[in-house]
């Protein structure tokens, strides 16, 4: 089992920047594969960005690219989200997710951990 527990979210204005983050609990964090992925009202929830475990290789969605970073630290057990630039069509609960299968994908149905979401708003 793996605990996941998002922090960070809140309201900012457009332009702004906050940084999410995700403790883990549970297993061991190295080992997986972490995720974040996104939900706006009325939307399916859609991926933001992944890191592998060790090498710690990125992707991220196209809108995010440039904007958004993420990162781990393994022997902090955490995961963060650094977003800037936000935009209003940021708004949403972003969740961190966590894959114990060492597949990098984008898919939610293939992580099998979630945190509870933080909200993000962004006031344009």
């Known amino acids: 089992q793996v605990q996941l527990v998002e922090s960070g979210g809140g309201l900012v204005q457009a332009g702004g920047s906050l940084r999410l983050s995700c403790a883990a609990s549970?297993?061991?964090?190295?080992?997986?594969?972490m995720a974040w992925f996104r939900q706006a009202p009325g939307k399916e929830r859609e991926f933001v960005a992944d890191?592998?475990?060790?090498?710690?290789?990125?992707s991220y969605a196209d809108s995010m690219k440039g904007r958004f970073t993420i990162s781990r630290d393994n022997a902090k057990n955490m995961l963060y989200l650094q977003m800037n630039s936000l935009k209003a069509e940021d708004t949403g609960v972003y969740f961190c997710?966590?894959?114990?299968?060492?597949?990098?994908?984008?898919?939610?149905?293939?992580?099998?951990?979630w945190g509870q979401g933080t909200q993000v708003t962004v006031s344009s």
């Open positions: 549970g297993r061991t964090f190295s080992s997986l594969n």
């Open positions: 890191i592998t475990p060790n090498r710690g290789s990125t």
């Open positions: 997710a966590a894959n114990p299968n060492g597949l990098q994908t984008r898919t939610p149905r293939y992580y099998n951990y």
